[in-house]
């Protein structure tokens, strides 16, 4: 497939079509797909997370600067709750203003919901594998940490990073309870911020607390983003927890637990698809649903009798 | 049935257990449901969201006791998003402590994701067609709106009551924008602070600029629930809101659309139900993982031949 070998070639272009074709699920895609995958495997998968205001995407920013330093391929896809209703994005359309959208080594995409069940999972998985499969040596998922579908992603990763900020206010600290144990490296930005330094403490206290699950002992580092303060140090964090990871042969642990999850996704969404499509088919639906309406039948009923109809 | 007719008859141990049954599938639950749901639709069932610390705890509760005075039935379904990672609430397991409890008219049960995919919205479902056939009056489903699976839940209410208030950064007041189009009422609680009357204009100017879509205004109003300030004339819209849904015909119209979704939904959690178990249950799928996990075979080749064996 021409396309294929384009993105591979490392253009952009290709690339990005590709993973509209896959999001789409377009007939072209699912061959590439198939064949693509023996190339994976390559690419250190990084996600990062933390509340609306935490500076993520300037973090995010600066680590793929200093990456690029280094000439490495980077990627990121940013992780984009859309609203169920409009279609637009929760947190505003920011267009990510970046002079890295300019570098020919740096691949940025914006990833939405669009309100679809798995749908953004789905577009993460795809996006993942094309350009892990297109020779990217980092894939930063950046995503917000408010809903569950957006953290399932992030603990996808290899390496799983949390961004905090002091001064937010109790009920966003609260996420903090659940989001402990994802991360691999904890970050303590806009830490020139009164409060950086009660935040951490607290933050380090929590982790004590927590059991100890593996001999990876998960980081705080203070950062100042926006000024670059802090960044080399959260780079080399990255790049030590990865040589943990394969060292220690949980990479290989993660990584079919990831694999293992993608392919209960991929059947979900295509169960999904599938039955919708056979429900808008089917004139008869549409009767079933007015008679369980008019209380002639019950919901339960009907569903079970779907089921039988579809599945062996 | 004796467990059904219990609850039907007012039994509040006997409505907790069938809500567990429910939720659990549990095969005496199933033929309850079928017989309860001809029972169903005489309840106004009323959503209320909006942001960590608006207040909508408090005001839920000022609600209920004014309708509790005009001794109609109530039932509160609190949603709590739980954290995928600990099982525990995200927001802090906040045990209601009202007052509430301890009145006979007053339903009130807290319902966690408990991480499963689906399982808040079929949930919701279950406890809100038993309340609703063992004749409470309202059914109030509270949720944080942050995440688009509370949303999607309070969408599906006759009666969408949105709680914003002043003094939250922008980040959470962005939420907005999409939230505006499901509000069927609108509250500035806490309204005794600084930026509540700034709030209110603002959202009456972003409500004019909304396209029209029905005969009824959104109308919004200024409470503080903890002085109960504000209430009464809430509980008085609520009740015009209805009165509304039933004489515009859009009763109707909203529940055949919640029937619709609904049965979706509960197809879609069946099939999870269905395919996980099976995956589970076949050892040649931990197999067939294995080979996809050593690139001799890839994901989309696995989960095609899955579903052909899964479909008719």
Redesign the interface.
Known sequence: MELLKEARNGNKRAIARLITLAESEAEEA?HA??QL??YT?GAHIVGITG???SGKSTLTDKIVKKLRKEDKKVAILAVD?T????G?A???DRVRMSDLNLDEGVYIRSLG?R?K??GLSKAVHYATKILDACDYDYIFIETVG???????IV?TADTTIVVMVPG?????Q??K??????GDLFIVNKSDRDGANRLSIELQMMLDLNAVKSEWTPPINMTVASKSEGVDEVVEKIKNHFVYLQESGELTVR??QR??T???D???Q???T???KK?SKEGSYEEE?NR??N?ET??????NK??N????
Request: cysteine-free.
């Open positions: 699912s797909l198939q995958y023996a495997g509340p609306p205001g709750p609203s169920p209703f409009t637009g929760i947190l505003g919901t309100g069940l798995g408010v809903g569950q579908s957006e953290v399932d603990k937010l206010g109790d009920d966003i609260a996420i309870a659940g989001i402990l144990e994802i990584r079919r694999l293992e993608e392919i209960i991929l059947v979900i295509k169960l999904t599938y039955m919708t429900m649903l369980v309406f209380k019950d919901p339960y009923t009907l569903v779907m089921l109809e579809s599945l062996k």
